[in-house]
């Protein structure tokens, strides 16, 4: 274990909430959106009244995620897309993957079974093993082994397009997710959702919130499911209780506190192989693990607090803490090669006991003034963290003597299992400070112009409890950028931005030296519009990105990486969201995006990055009336695109493109209880969603059709 020291814990505690004062007194919120006292949530205001435009982020107060400050989203030099809580219900999504497909350039990388999200973000993934970083709340949220994250407690999701290291660190260059969760609410409402469909699967959540008295409110979401699966001998089970209070110390200091308590049940399912470079052979329903082996544990605590203190009409400051523990634990057979026969599969066999410890502290100050007839919206603050990440992993891997074989075609369960020997035990501490500063200059009413620099200071201590080896590293990485937006009109935004990011690279070379971070330029430039009446809005931008230091093999030792390839992407994307009049919502994006491998020891350059299709898009349309009862309806459809993508990182093999159709409907029975049908992949599509080599690809879901039952008490 490696967490903060009680002592370290207890300062960073007082520290959080030590700023004195009194929040000023706000009339009672009725609305969805969070309630104004929870000034500690890290949110994307969209700009428009409320009831406008139905798929924006509406008009709740706080910090954007995108500046860390109240701007506008039109003024900021980057392109942002917010899924709010509207569509996230119209989608009838549960999880953070099922609303990947409705924002542009946004691409699936494989996610081992359903194990945890893993994306990729204009051509860019993270982790193999854990995916790529999101936020919560503006902190770190998936560091370590997190499972697929449940929407319960979700408000709304922000895609952050383009590096985010000026504000928020270490990360790919493709862009950042922030999920905003729901806050308490200082006007009481409860609610019940009881849903069930396809694959025998079952679901119940609850949402209640309200006052406790003496300034504190408190909010609950609760969340379980059992879902059984297309594939054989696969079914999840999860649960989630997500406890949060607000307490309003007067007229200008809040105080939050939000958990998350996270248990995840599945096999680890790989997915199935290629048989002679081909796809369609094998059925899709096919599990190639051992039933046996039982499920993988995936079990997540999460703590945030944070302190928000308004110092004067002009200046705030804000202090918050976060820690989360993380396991994950189980026995997998895993397909590790398909025979010269093209029907015998061997396995390897696993068995994982991960442990990760995550705590993380920030501080900040912003404000406005004016000098030499500029106006200025600064932000300083300093961020630190300390992360501890234990692997155990006991394997066997398959050889003539030992195959541990299944036959693809008619698998046999069951049979003797191979004897495990430890394969890797390892201890990795890493510890990070930073600090950042940003400076938004109004030069003119028209003319905005942001710039930004974040400095870290990261080290990283990994020892190889089996072997008695150790690495060591430790790297300062400057992040800058630089922004300019123009206010054409009040429809029309235009701007421009170049920055940079890092992000380390674990391990060494074959010299035992530390590699040095991946590095990361980009520059975008787009334009942003909304329509008269804020309704409708839409964004286009072009974009070019470009990541070197990323690790290949080593060509002197083929058993070792060198930090020498280099990465880049470019494209073109565009969203369209919001009403189309006062019946039609619409939900729209497009996206080319050209991401290949520009220099590589091993990979020939124009080798394409694996599970990003060239072009990709979406579009979703719902319309909603009123029947002569006075109750209402919506029905809608949608169509979802993935143009053709690599099945490897070696280009051997392509996955083929796919579209899917959904067709949705719900009836708004009284002011209080909603019943909602959604049909996916209406014309049962076989699809390939994504994959990892051409031995584990993870087939798509067919035909699931879901209904849901939702009441409000109040």
Same mark, same amino acid.
């Given at each position: 274990?490696?967490?903060l020291?009680?002592?370290?814990?207890?300062?960073?505690?007082?520290?959080?909430?030590?700023?004195?004062g009194?929040?000023?007194?706000?009339?009672?919120?009725?609305a969805?959106?969070?309630?104004?006292?929870?000034?500690?949530a %890290?949110?994307v205001r969209?700009?428009?009244?409320?009831?406008?435009?139905?798929?924006?982020?509406?008009?709740a107060?706080?910090?954007?995620?995108?500046?860390?400050?109240?701007?506008?989203?039109?003024?900021v030099p980057q $392109?942002v897309?917010?899924?709010p809580?509207?569509?996230?219900?119209d989608?009838? $999504?549960t999880?953070?993957d099922?609303?990947l497909?409705?924002?542009?350039?946004i691409?699936? #990388?494989?996610?081992?079974g359903?194990?945890?999200?893993?994306?990729?973000?204009?051509?860019? @993934?993270?982790?193999d093993?854990t995916?790529? /970083?999101?936020?919560?709340?503006g902190? &770190?949220?998936n560091?370590?082994?997190?499972?697929?994250?449940?929407?319960?407690?979700?408000?709304?999701?922000?895609?952050?397009?383009g590096?985010?290291?000026?504000?928020?660190? !270490?990360g790919?260059?493709?862009?950042? &997710?922030? &999920? &905003?969760?729901?806050?308490?609410?200082?006007?009481?409402?409860?609610?019940?959702?009881?849903?069930?469909?396809?694959h025998?699967r079952?679901?119940?959540a609850?949402?209640?919130t309200g006052?406790?008295g003496?300034?504190?409110?408190?909010?609950l979401?609760?969340?379980?499911?059992d879902n059984?699966?297309?594939?054989?001998?696969?079914?999840?089970?999860?649960?989630? %209780?997500?406890?949060?209070?607000?307490?309003a110390?007067?007229?200008r200091? *809040?105080?939050?506190?939000?958990?998350?308590?996270?248990?995840?049940?599945?096999?680890?399912?790989?997915?199935?192989?290629?048989?002679?470079? +081909?796809l369609?052979?094998?059925?899709?329903s096919?599990?190639?693990?051992?039933?046996?082996?039982?499920?993988?544990?995936?079990?997540t605590r999460?703590?945030?607090?944070t302190?928000?203190?308004?110092l004067?009409?002009?200046?705030?400051?804000?202090?918050g *803490?976060s820690?989360?523990d993380?396991?994950?634990?189980?026995?997998?057979s895993?397909?590790?090669?398909v025979?010269?026969?093209?029907?015998?599969?061997?396995?390897?066999?696993?068995f994982?006991?991960?442990?990760?410890?995550?705590?993380?502290l920030q501080?900040?100050?912003?404000?406005?003034?004016a000098?030499?007839?500029l106006?200025h919206?600064?932000?300083?603050?300093?961020? !630190?963290?300390?992360?501890?990440?234990?692997?155990?992993?006991?394997r *066997?891997?398959?050889?003539?003597?030992?195959?541990?074989?299944?036959?693809?075609?008619?698998?046999?369960y069951?049979?003797?299992?191979?004897a495990?020997?430890?394969?890797?035990?390892?201890?990795?501490?890493q510890?990070n400070?930073?600090?950042?500063?940003?400076d #938004?200059?109004?030069l003119t009413?028209?003319?905005?112009?942001?710039?930004? %620099?974040?400095?870290?200071?990261?080290?990283?201590?990994l020892?190889n409890?089996?072997?008695?080896?150790?690495?060591?590293?430790a790297?300062?990485?400057?992040?800058?950028?630089l922004?300019v937006?123009?206010?054409?009109?009040?429809?029309?935004?235009?701007?421009?931005?170049?920055s940079?990011?890092?992000r380390?690279?674990?391990?060494?070379? +074959?010299?035992?030296?530390?590699?040095d971070?991946?590095?990361g330029?980009?520059?975008?430039?787009?334009?942003?519009?909304?329509?008269?009446?804020?309704?409708?809005?839409?964004?286009m931008?072009?974009?070019?990105?470009a990541k070197?230091?990323?690790?290949?093999?080593?060509?002197?030792?083929?058993?070792?990486s060198?930090?020498?390839?280099?990465?880049?992407?470019?494209?073109?994307?565009a969203?369209?969201?919001g009403?189309?009049?006062?019946?039609?919502?619409?939900?729209?994006? @497009?996206?080319?995006?050209? /991401?290949?491998?520009?220099?590589?020891?091993?990979?020939a350059?124009?080798?394409?990055?694996?599970n %990003?299709?060239?072009?990709?898009g979406?579009?979703?349309?719902?319309?909603?009336?009123?029947?002569?009862?006075g109750?209402?309806?919506?029905v809608?459809?949608?169509?979802?695109?993935?143009g053709?993508?690599t099945?490897?990182?070696?280009?051997s093999l392509?996955?083929?493109?796919?579209?899917?159709?959904?067709?949705?409907?719900?009836w708004?029975?009284? +002011?209080n209880?909603r019943?909602?049908?959604?049909v996916?992949?209406?014309?049962?599509k076989?699809?390939y969603?994504?994959?990892?080599?051409?031995v584990?690809?993870?087939p798509?879901?067919?035909?699931?059709v879901t209904?849901?039952?939702?009441?409000?008490? +109040?």
């Amino acid at each position: 274990m490696y967490p903060l020291a009680p002592s370290s814990l207890s300062l960073a505690l007082a520290a959080a909430f030590s700023s004195g004062g009194a929040l000023a007194q706000l009339a009672d919120n009725t609305a969805d959106a969070a309630d104004p006292r929870t000034l500690g949530a %890290v949110e994307v205001r969209a700009g428009g009244a409320a009831g406008g435009n139905p798929y924006a982020a509406g008009a709740a107060a706080g910090p954007s995620a995108a500046t860390r400050t109240e701007t506008p989203l039109r003024e900021v030099p980057q $392109a942002v897309r917010v899924v709010p809580r509207q569509l996230i219900e119209d989608l009838s $999504a549960t999880r953070l993957d099922d609303t990947l497909d409705y924002v542009s350039g946004i691409s699936r #990388q494989h996610g081992l079974g359903g194990l945890w999200d893993n994306f990729a973000v204009r051509g860019f @993934a993270g982790s193999d093993e854990t995916g790529n /970083a999101y936020l919560v709340n503006g902190f &770190v949220g998936n560091r370590g082994y997190s499972a697929p994250r449940d929407t319960a407690n979700t408000e709304r999701i922000e895609f952050l397009k383009g590096p985010s290291a000026a504000l928020y660190g !270490s990360g790919e260059p493709g862009g950042t &997710v922030n &999920v &905003v969760t729901k806050k308490p609410r200082f006007t009481p409402g409860y609610g019940i959702e009881l849903g069930a469909g396809s694959h025998d699967r079952r679901r119940a959540a609850a949402d209640l919130t309200g006052p406790l008295g003496g300034g504190l409110a408190y909010r609950l979401n609760l969340a379980t499911e059992d879902n059984g699966s297309f594939r054989d001998f696969v079914g999840t089970r999860r649960t989630l %209780v997500a406890p949060a209070l607000t307490w309003a110390l007067g007229d200008r200091t *809040v105080l939050n506190y939000e958990g998350e308590f996270s248990r995840y049940r599945t096999p680890f399912d790989r997915g199935i192989p290629a048989v002679a470079g +081909r796809l369609g052979g094998v059925p899709v329903s096919r599990f190639l693990g051992e039933p046996s082996d039982g499920d993988m544990a995936l079990d997540t605590r999460t703590h945030q607090f944070t302190a928000d203190h308004q110092l004067s009409d002009d200046w705030r400051l804000r202090a918050g *803490v976060s820690h989360k523990d993380g396991t994950f634990d189980g026995f997998s057979s895993e397909a590790s090669g398909v025979r010269a026969d093209d029907r015998t599969v061997w396995r390897q066999r696993r068995f994982r006991d991960y442990r990760s410890h995550d705590t993380g502290l920030q501080a900040e100050i912003a404000g406005r003034f004016a000098t030499g007839g500029l106006a200025h919206d600064v932000l300083a603050g300093a961020e !630190s963290y300390r992360y501890a990440l234990r692997q155990n992993l006991l394997r *066997v891997n398959p050889s003539a003597a030992a195959p541990y074989a299944i036959d693809l075609y008619d698998p046999v369960y069951g049979g003797a299992q191979p004897a495990l020997r430890p394969s890797t035990d390892t201890d990795e501490h890493q510890r990070n400070n930073a600090v950042f500063l940003q400076d #938004q200059i109004g030069l003119t009413a028209r003319w905005k112009l942001m710039a930004g %620099v974040r400095i870290d200071r990261f080290h990283q201590d990994l020892r190889n409890l089996r072997t008695g080896g150790a690495a060591q590293q430790a790297h300062t990485a400057t992040s800058p950028r630089l922004g300019v937006t123009y206010i054409a009109s009040e429809a029309l935004s235009l701007y421009a931005s170049a920055s940079r990011s890092f992000r380390p690279n674990a391990g060494s070379d +074959r010299l035992g030296n530390a590699f040095d971070p991946e590095s990361g330029r980009a520059l975008e430039t787009g334009l942003k519009w909304q329509s008269a009446d804020q309704r409708l809005a839409g964004a286009m931008a072009l974009f070019q990105i470009a990541k070197r230091n990323v690790l290949t093999t080593d060509l002197a030792d083929a058993g070792f990486s060198t930090a020498a390839g280099e990465v880049r992407s470019r494209g073109l994307e565009a969203d369209l969201a919001g009403a189309l009049d006062r019946n039609w919502r619409v939900s729209a994006n @497009a996206a080319y995006t050209d /991401a290949q491998v520009t220099r590589d020891a091993a990979l020939a350059p124009g080798t394409r990055l694996r599970n %990003v299709p060239r072009v990709s898009g979406s579009l979703l349309l719902v319309r909603e009336d009123a029947l002569a009862d006075g109750s209402r309806y919506g029905v809608g459809g949608g169509l979802v695109h993935v143009g053709r993508r690599t099945a490897d990182v070696t280009g051997s093999l392509d996955l083929p493109a796919y579209s899917t159709v959904r067709l949705l409907g719900y009836w708004q029975a009284t +002011r209080n209880a909603r019943l909602s049908l959604d049909v996916h992949n209406l014309f049962d599509k076989t699809y390939y969603a994504s994959s990892y080599s051409s031995v584990w690809i993870a087939p798509g879901a067919p035909r699931t059709v879901t209904a849901r039952l939702q009441y409000r008490f +109040r």
